[in-house]
């Protein structure tokens, strides 16, 4: 696949990405978490605002075309 269009490819899913899982992490912040404590609410935040960076590093790895051999 060449370079400009795994990029391109990349970038949408990325972007989905993103906006799919702070629609899940919102809803399920108000459903599960509406009456919990300000330190809840900051502690899960936190976390799930962290953990997208782990499927987002990966995607980017692949949009530069890593393929994890030394060139």
């Keep these: ?5 795994r990029k391109l490819v990349g ?13 899940f992490a919102t ?7 509406a009456h919990s404590s300000g330190w ?5 935040f936190l976390v799930s605002g962290l953990l997208w960076v782990a499927p987002a590093a990966l995607l980017i790895r692949w ?5 994890g051999k030394s060139r």
């Excluded at 990405?17 to 702070?22: D, E, H, K, S, T």
């Excluded at 809840?40 to 899960?44: E, R, S």
């Design 40 to 44: 809840v609410h900051l502690a899960f």
């Design 27 to 33: 809803a399920f912040a108000s459903f599960y978490l």
């Design 63 to 67: 949009m530069e075309g890593y393929s």
């Design 1 to 5: 696949m060449p370079i400009r269009f």
């Design 11 to 23: 970038t949408i899913v990325l972007l989905l990405l993103i906006f799919v899982y702070a629609i």
